[in-house]
């Protein structure tokens, strides 16, 4: 589970004081998909970092299995998998030995790394290009493997920014089935995508950032009701142009 | 701490490795380089020179034809005597010159052609030749010999170490100023890679979320670097004992023979703890200058000045011995290239290399622990 309270960051540049998140709360439950929306800027990367640990708090609290962000970061790091959408795998390396390093950095034994690479290429489709260099790979191959990455240890809870950037249509039902999946599983998925339409068929409860502030937060079946519209797609400009 | 630096360095290790291109310009061409570039020239410079010896050249000769000097002139250059106009060389006594009377000759030549300048000066020395020639004549007149003007028999006594006169002297100018210029070229590549690069890849984020200290992923970043630096060293060392020791007569640039050259045990040390220490220096020193860029290009604008101070600080103190100053073996780079001279001129002075190695340690020290706060810092990922 992962409990976000009053969050509030900033960042300084040499002119001025920049606020992207202005006490921001949501609480995404285990055995549930968490859409974070908003558009370009409304501080979604920002939110995330920090529940990944990468970003401290101005103010608020970020819980992860109730292990706080700052004092307890490296629990929060075990049970957590961070997929950020700006991550561009490549070198000579190939999508086995990334994962056999990155389950290496979260002290998994060898035996236990080896199956779950076995389990996570199966899931994925990822089998016949598992051991070829990553330079050599399609973008949407890389993305995949990117996922896998994030998911070597095995996390209760699962950030992903963007995880179906660069994937065919094929590509992004697999990663859709994954998600689905993890939640039938129990897992806490937070879930921040452009793509409304992947938003709309996999998200349990929605928030929808603007400017560093929640705009709305719930169930989307109650939000579609309350607010008299027909999908996510129109609540969500309406709400911006609101704004 | 020390496992998970090494999980970091083994895999970047491992992914540098398996770049066959990175591999070439990174080991190869240092290797190569000073061979093809000392050896290479050498044999060219050769080359002209015995293609030289083997050409007639057409020599005008004006106001003296005494037999003597075509003589000489004949040992020293295969030539044909010609017209001024023709002629490739000119060399001209003053009109009615007798031989014996003091006189301006005057050589004219093209420097312009290599082979030309080559032949006016073994004419010269043909002059000169002539020159003590009809000295000796002017001197037998008097009773006299030539060796009856020389008082003073002057010998020179070498007391340097057996190291130095066997080429050591020659090692202590050129390889310590290509290590450190090879050490730091090596550990740019690498540094700005791992650290820059992967926040331009995005990849430094997640790196950033696992179970490893940040101080751990600092640490083994920089060991990663050392060694590629270490190595990029090693391979020009390689590439300077080859052309050290396989260069002939004649075929080499470097003019000093070395291959008399012994490294004794103690200065080989040295000069291995030197390595590794400041390879640590400069993988910490490019590190932390990798961390403050968002980009490797950005990084590569950072990095270009630092690497203009170290190759001026190799320059300057290319012709400078060894100072006692021990002030100076507290700074970076100047202190590892004068203990270099030491070690390849066999007189390591012992406090020399302690200061230097422990100043080197505790440099690279400060540079990891920037390192380290850098990764544990907001800093780093603001630029992710």
Redesign the interface.
């Known amino acids: 589970m992962i409990v976000v309270e009053n969050l509030s960051k900033s960042?300084k540049t040499r002119k001025a004081t920049l606020a992207v998140l202005d006490k921001v709360s949501f609480t995404a439950y285990d055995g549930e998909v968490f859409g974070l929306l908003g558009p370009n800027g409304a501080g979604k990367t920002t939110a995330l970092?920090t529940i990944?640990?990468?970003?401290?708090p101005d103010g608020g609290t970020v819980a992860v299995d109730h292990y706080d962000s700052i004092r307890d970061s490296?629990s929060v790091?075990?049970s957590?998998g961070?997929?950020?959408?700006?991550?561009?795998?490549?070198?000579?390396?190939s999508g086995r030995?990334m994962l056999q390093?990155?389950g290496?950095?979260?002290?998994m034994p060898k035996e236990v790394i080896a199956a779950r690479i076995e389990q996570l290429a199966h899931t994925f489709s990822m089998e016949t290009y598992l051991d070829n260099?990553i330079a050599r790979l399609s973008s949407g191959m890389k993305q995949k493997i990117?996922i896998a990455?994030?998911l070597i240890?095995e996390p209760q809870n699962i950030v992903f920014d963007e995880p179906t950037s660069n994937l065919d249509v094929l590509a992004v039902k697999v990663v859709s089935d994954f998600i689905r999946a993890a939640k039938a599983g129990g897992k806490c998925v937070v879930l921040s995508t452009h793509v409304l339409s992947d938003a709309q068929r996999l998200c349990d409860r929605i928030a929808i950032l603007h400017q560093g502030e929640i705009l709305i937060e719930g169930p989307l079946a109650t939000l579609l009701h309350d607010s008299g519209t027909k999908d996510l797609e129109e609540l969500f400009f309406q709400l911006i142009n609101g704004k | 701490m020390f496992k998970d630096a090494f999980i970091i360095f083994r895999k970047e290790l491992k992914n540098f490795f398996k770049d066959q291109r990175t591999i070439i310009s990174t080991f190869l061409l240092p290797a190569l380089l000073l061979p093809v570039l000392f050896i290479g020239m050498g044999t060219v410079m050769h080359t002209m020179e015995s293609k030289a010896q083997q050409t007639t050249f057409t020599v005008a000769l004006e106001g003296n034809h005494d037999p003597r000097l075509t003589t000489l002139m004949a040992d020293k250059l295969s030539y044909t005597l010609g017209e001024p106009q023709e002629a490739e060389i000119v060399i001209t006594f003053p009109p009615h010159y007798l031989a014996g009377t003091r006189a301006q000759v005057l050589v004219t030549y093209d420097s312009s052609s290599s082979k030309i300048e080559y032949a006016s000066q073994r004419l010269v020395g043909a002059l000169q030749e002539y020159n003590t020639l009809l000295a000796d004549n002017l001197l037998s007149l008097y009773g006299l010999a030539g060796d009856d003007l020389q008082s003073l028999d002057i010998r020179l006594i070498d007391i340097a170490p057996s190291a130095v006169q066997s080429g050591g002297a020659v090692l202590a100018l050129l390889v310590p100023y290509f290590l450190i210029i090879f050490l730091f070229s090596g550990s740019m590549n690498a540094g700005l890679d791992t650290t820059s690069g992967e926040k331009e890849r995005g990849s430094l984020a997640v790196l950033l979320v696992n179970q490893v200290s940040r101080t751990a992923i600092a640490w083994g970043k920089i060991l990663f670097v050392s060694v590629i630096s270490l190595c990029a060293a090693m391979a020009t060392f390689v590439g300077l004992l080859i052309t050290l020791l396989f260069s002939l007569d004649g075929m080499s640039l470097t003019g000093a023979s070395t291959s008399a050259y012994v490294m004794s045990g103690s200065s080989l040390v040295a000069l291995v703890l030197l390595l590794i220490t400041t390879a640590l220096f400069a993988a910490a020193v490019v590190t932390v200058v990798g961390c403050f860029a968002k980009t490797v290009k950005e990084g590569s604008s950072y990095i270009i000045p630092l690497y203009m101070v170290v190759v001026l600080a190799g320059v300057t103190t290319m012709y400078m011995d060894p100072s006692e100053l021990i002030a100076l073996y507290l700074i970076p780079i100047v202190n590892t290239i004068f203990v270099m001279k030491e070690s390849f001129m066999g007189m390591v002075n012992p406090l020399h290399l302690v200061v230097t190695i422990l100043s080197n340690l505790c440099f690279a020290y400060v540079g990891a622990l920037v390192v380290a706060r850098l990764f544990n810092s907001e800093r780093i990922v603001q630029t992710v």
């Open positions: 960042f970092r990944a640990t990468l970003l401290r490296r790091r075990d957590l961070f997929l950020t959408s700006e991550m561009q795998l490549t070198g000579h390396l030995e390093f990155f290496a950095l979260n002290h260099p990117s990455i994030s240890h």
